[in-house]
């Protein structure tokens, strides 16, 4: 093996040096806490929303759940988030299978018009064709979940012999969250 000259061998030290506190650095670096970007640098033509964590999402299904079982309810519910994606649905025990599509509904169209199902449901009076727009179901049963007003997502119950106690059981899902 060849001997390296004094020069060779501080340079190589500066090498391994930098090397060893560029990783630092960039471990350092990624580790920091985010700083918020320049103003200059937020676009102008964006927004920001609200949405339920999971956890949230999973103690309003099992407040609702609950709430039909002291009942004796057999039901299934369903949360979807601001857009209308399914976050979790719970088929409770004995529940019937249209309860679990049911339950997804009526918390899509919740959310989609921020507004409970049943209140829903005496507008087809007025606009029969409502009942057409894919995936909802103007049964009572849905509640919608607000942060200032704005929905940030639906339960849907489903699976009780009336829509009011399915609505009720929505909004003790909705209650938990307060």
Do not use: C
Not at 1 to 14: C, H, I
């Amino acid at each position: 093996m060849q001997k390296l000259s004094r020069r060779a061998r501080v340079a190589t030290g500066a090498a391994v040096l930098a090397a060893v506190a560029a990783g630092t650095f960039g471990t350092v670096s990624a580790t920091a806490a985010p700083q918020a970007a320049p103003a200059a640098a937020q676009a102008a033509d964006t927004t920001t929303s609200t949405h339920l964590t999971i956890d949230a999402a999973s103690k309003a299904a099992q407040a609702a759940l609950d709430a039909a079982k002291k009942e004796n309810q057999k039901v299934s519910v369903a949360v979807v988030d601001r857009n209308g994606n399914t976050v979790l649905t719970l088929r409770g025990d004995g529940a019937g299978p249209q309860s679990y599509e049911a339950a997804e509904k009526k918390a899509y169209t919740a959310v989609s018009w921020n507004a409970p199902t049943s209140e829903l449901a005496e507008r087809l009076d007025k606009a029969p064709t409502l009942k057409d727009i894919p995936n909802t179901l103007f049964l009572a049963g849905g509640a919608p979940v607000t942060a200032d007003k704005a929905p940030i997502a639906g339960i849907g119950v489903a699976g009780a012999p009336s829509g009011d106690l399915d609505e009720k059981f929505a909004q003790a899902g909705v209650d938990a969250l307060k």
